[in-house]
């Protein structure tokens, strides 16, 4: 069965058109971003061409979809906009809130115990507005996507920084925060800044341990986390086509660890093959007829550099494996060169745990070639030396392997754990025995993530990112160093053997199968449908609107914190525990910036009240400050909110008194969320002023009565010597945005048309 068959075709029908249209205004041939971004715009057909880096454009996108952590607050956003049913076809995944620690069943039931609250107002949330549920066990949000939504050429936004996994199906697929997804499932524009263009080009064809995710360790380590920001990243060349859909998955689902925008590849056979393999038959008809409006024009792929930003190279028949990390997913290492590397770094060489699966590694490809590793080493009599643990990327996926005997196959591999189709520790969601001593160690993984604490909430320990044939290589060998391409194991009879080469199915010959996929249908009629919430719950809270701007300059604010370093979305709001909070906006408040490192003390959660003179947690002296009915402002380094799209880290500050983030860059997402929630986005129009902020500043705003696009916010620091700063704080609010900032939010903003209309 095929989602929406109709809205896809109706989508390809006005293709032609607005193509033809893009053409007359951009006047050069189009790559295929454009083609998908020109084919979507809220206007209609294209009468400007629009300045890459600079426009402000709105956009009409396809559809929808959510993750259960981040669906809780767009949807409470949602019943706040006073909309009967959501306007574009949109979904609701129950992924995130799934703890993996003994193995699938048991953990999944403990699951149901502990968030059966949350689980029971999803699925009456979402039966009321008309939006589909995936109940828990159902799968992780991006794989289930792929198998069931994506479509080439097509444009989606998700509440999940990994949305742009849809990319592997020629999608343009962006990670938002839950106010986006409320401005688009009201029926209403999506903005979006024009992105720049970054292509690579993919030569050779990739063999032996060689993976899909290397592509995307080996991009990250040339743009780092923040080279891709702003940027669409496009995929081309022999290269690209030889590979399949979902390892073209697996590579734009880790551009987020790029901070681009989105990443896509231009349909061709990988895709027509999965999307035949999954059931929509319909969807390849019907993108065939338009084939050549679904990836980029030839002459751009001929000649990028002419209509590129910026053109990588990249030849695969060269590529080696690479194991990227530790703490950064960009710090990327051949492995060949991981020994030396290692020593220097006094990195922990042993392996304990290896865990395969996430959202971007756990299609039926992956887990085939991971498999064949496996029981390679079970024939030459290799005793595996870490725990390997497996989350199946959906039923399906799961159910498919199972039949196949792949599951059977990890199962052979002692101390194997075969978790929940679900994120579990990728995301922290993982009770790792041991992990409270805090004690040094190196796991591996394919997840994307590996910031300190991200995995098991254990900062010294190390991960590393590589392909998961590399993860199931070095779970056998136990040692971070090892070469499967170079190196030899010893077996339990003391001889020397060698690992084949991994060998796998892009789609199982027998075609996929699930007994029960784990979708809740939602009613035709919602109205009828109650949504509780509790007013007692600590889970749940509804929300109340954001007072809008008096009018007024901010004066007598106080420093809050002044981050130090990397200060990514975990930082500011950290997942594992404080997961069962995300739908309640105050409870969650209280791990606001307790990650961030506070420059004056190097320390974390520990920062000056100004008003006492004593150090505190950083959310209780932001309570305090808002309680006194004292503004705060937050300052941070380069990239400020790297990292997922959880506007948590956003509402949070908001929630809490602070008016202003002012940091030397950002990452895109956050910092489009603090516009969202009436927040002032600042960035230092000097770099070098961040060095002037003292631990008891007070700011003043000078200029905020007269707050326009391309304005730089002029901003009085006062020291306790009696000496003043005045520096310049630059932003990138346009008038619709500076609406945000005086209505207090975005969603008051949608609240009052759809009273007055």
Request: charged share 20%.
């Amino acid at each position: 069965m095929t989602f929406d068959i109709d809205m896809i075709k109706k989508v390809y029908e006005r293709y032609p058109e607005r193509i033809a249209a893009a053409r007359q205004v951009v006047g050069k041939p189009l790559t295929l971003a454009e083609k998908i971004l020109y084919a979507h715009l809220w206007e209609g057909n294209a009468t400007q061409a629009y300045e890459r880096g600079n426009s402000y454009v709105d956009f009409a996108p396809d559809r929808v979809a959510m993750q259960d952590a981040t669906a809780q607050m767009a949807l409470l956003q949602f019943m706040q906009a006073g909309k009967s049913k959501v306007a574009v076809p949109s979904t609701a995944h129950a992924d995130h809130l799934i703890q993996a620690k003994i193995g699938a069943d048991k953990d999944l039931q403990e699951a149901l115990n502990k968030n059966n609250e949350v689980f029971n107002f999803l699925s009456s949330i979402c039966n009321k507005y008309g939006i589909g549920f995936w109940k828990p066990g159902a799968g992780i949000i991006h794989q289930v996507v792929l198998e069931n939504y994506a479509f080439p050429g097509g444009m989606m936004i998700g509440t999940d920084s990994h949305t742009v996994n849809a990319g592997g199906l020629g999608m343009v697929a962006i990670g938002v925060g839950g106010a986006d997804a409320v401005d688009v499932m009201a029926g209403m524009a999506w903005e979006l800044k024009m992105p720049k263009l970054i292509g690579v080009k993919l030569t050779g064809k990739l063999n032996g341990w060689t993976a899909p995710k290397d592509v995307i360790l080996k991009v990250a380590g040339i743009l780092t986390v923040k080279g891709g920001t702003g940027a669409i990243v496009e995929y081309f060349g022999e290269g690209a086509i030889a590979m399949s859909a979902t390892g073209k998955g697996t590579i734009c689902n880790m551009g987020a660890e790029i901070g681009a925008t989105t990443s896509t590849f231009g349909y061709d056979d990988s895709m027509r093959r999965y999307l035949a393999a999954t059931g929509r038959q319909d969807v390849v008809d019907a993108a065939d007829k338009i084939a050549e409006h679904l990836t980029g024009d030839a002459e751009v792929y001929a000649e990028p550099e002419k209509y590129f930003d910026q053109v990588i190279e990249i030849n695969l028949s060269e590529l080696t494996p690479h194991l990227n990390g530790p703490f950064t997913p960009d710090l990327a290492t051949p492995v060949a060169e991981m020994k030396e590397k290692a020593l220097a770094n006094d990195w922990p060489l042993d392996i304990e745990w290896a865990l395969i699966g996430s959202c971007t590694n756990s299609s039926y490809e992956d887990l085939s070639r991971a498999a064949s590793i496996v029981e390679d080493a079970v024939a030459k009599g290799v005793k595996p030396k870490a725990i390997l643990g497996i989350n199946p990327g959906s039923e399906q996926v799961r159910y498919t392997a199972e039949r196949d005997g792949l599951i059977a196959s990890f199962q052979k591999f002692e101390n194997s754990r075969i978790f929940t189709n679900a994120c579990g520790p990728c995301i922290g969601q993982w009770d790792r025995e041991g992990a409270e001593k805090q004690e040094k160690n190196s796991i591996i993984h394919s997840f994307n993530r590996n910031f300190a604490k991200r995995a098991d909430g254990n900062p010294n320990t190390h991960a590393f990112v590589a392909s998961p044939e590399m993860v199931a290589a070095v779970a056998i060998s136990g040692r971070l160093d090892f070469n499967p391409i170079t190196d030899t194991l010893v077996n339990e009879n003391g001889e020397q053997v060698k690992l084949d080469e991994p060998k796998g199915s892009e789609l199982p010959a027998k075609g996929f199968a699930v007994e029960d996929n784990g979708y809740q249908a939602p009613a035709e009629d919602g109205s009828s449908v109650q949504v509780v919430v509790s007013p007692t719950s600590d889970r749940l809270q509804l929300l109340e609107p954001f007072a809008p701007w008096d009018g007024k300059n901010i004066t007598g604010a106080k420093l809050l914190i002044k981050a130090e370093g990397k200060c990514t979305t975990d930082h500011i709001s950290m997942a594992g525990p404080w997961l069962k909070y995300r739908g309640h906006l105050d409870n969650i408040s209280n791990n606001m910036l307790i990650g961030a490192v506070n420059f004056f003390n190097k320390e974390t959660n520990r920062v000056k009240n100004q008003l006492t003179g004593e150090y505190g947690e950083v959310p209780a002296v932001a309570r305090a400050y808002k309680a006194a009915g004292v503004p705060s402002l937050v300052v941070g380094d380069q990239n400020y909110g790297e990292g997922s799209s959880r506007e948590h880290a956003a509402m949070e500050p908001r929630h809490l008194g602070v008016k202003a983030v002012l940091v030397k860059s950002f990452a895109r997402i956050h910092e489009t969320n603090l516009k969202k929630q009436g927040m002032l986005a600042l960035t230092f129009e000097n770099a070098s002023d961040y060095d002037k902020i003292l631990e008891d500043d007070t700011f003043d705003f000078i200029n905020l009565e007269s707050f326009a696009p391309n304005t730089p916010l002029q901003i009085l620091i006062t020291h306790t010597n009696g000496t003043t700063d005045t520096i310049l704080a630059n932003h990138t609010y346009n008038e619709q945005q500076i609406g945000w900032f005086r209505a207090g939010s975005a969603l008051n903003l949608i609240a009052e048309e759809a009273k007055n209309s």
